[in-house]
């Protein structure tokens, strides 16, 4: 297929054809479908059309689709259902929003990446570290609002604290300051990521302080929190 940014059809590039910079971004395993050089607009469009980014724009479209009649059925029947309270309506509106800020960032980083321009292309890159930040986030928050559920003090804690990371992560990948040639993605990175591994040390290493020896019921609380409303 041939195109130019002002032609119809779209057209697709082989990895030899791209930019040197566009290159430095992507995988040379492969080899073409590759987008470039088109408007906000027709990188809406190409959502539609067949390229190499297609399969990574609709697994994480379809899923945040998806997910919306799940979320609407959580709030609605499976809290009541289990005479929730104030707090659980919070946990499980914070944790599907998240859901659909990481799967909705993911496709927007997919989609709009093809601008032609590095700083456009590392800005839906900043926005899809993003929603995987949002995402990691609201799985620590989860775990708080029940692990803690008996002890107020230190729910309120971490949950500050996690708070305090969602603003955090929320400056450094989406504040106009952050842009390359300021801060650059790496640094972000460094930003990002130690602050995560405490955060969720910190949540491991007190569960195990409260439920000494038994990692297994550690491990289970968590994945529970996946389930819990689940079942009516």
Request: aromatic share 16%; glycine share 8%; charged share 10%.
């Amino acid at each position: 297929m041939s195109q130019s940014r002002n032609g119809r059809r779209l057209q697709l590039y082989t990895y030899e054809q791209l930019p040197k910079w566009y290159q430095e971004m992507e995988s040379p395993y492969i080899t073409g479908g590759y987008r470039n050089d088109l408007s906000y607009q027709q990188c809406f469009k190409s959502i539609f059309q067949i390229h190499n980014e297609t399969g990574n724009i609709w697994t994480s479209l379809l899923p945040a689709i998806l997910f919306l009649p799940l979320a609407l059925y959580d709030i609605t029947v499976s809290v009541p259902g289990l005479h929730g309270n104030r707090k659980d309506y919070v946990a499980i509106v914070i944790f599907h929003l998240c859901f659909q800020f990481g799967a909705c960032a993911s496709a927007y980083f997919h989609a709009f990446l093809a601008q032609g321009c590095r700083q456009r292309y590392e800005q839906c890159l900043a926005v899809d570290l993003w929603g995987l930040a949002m995402s990691s986030v609201s799985g620590a928050l989860h775990y708080v609002t029940y692990a803690f559920r008996c002890s107020w003090q230190w729910q309120t804690l971490y949950c500050v604290s996690i708070g305090g990371l969602i603003t955090w992560y929320s400056v450094i990948w989406l504040h106009p300051r952050m842009v390359p040639g300021w801060v650059s993605l790496e640094s972000r990175f460094l930003a990002f990521f130690p602050l995560w591994v405490v955060l969720y040390g910190l949540l491991i290493l007190h569960s195990l302080h409260h439920w000494p020896g038994n990692l297994g019921q550690v491990i289970m609380s968590y994945l529970g929190l996946i389930r819990v409303f689940r079942t009516v």
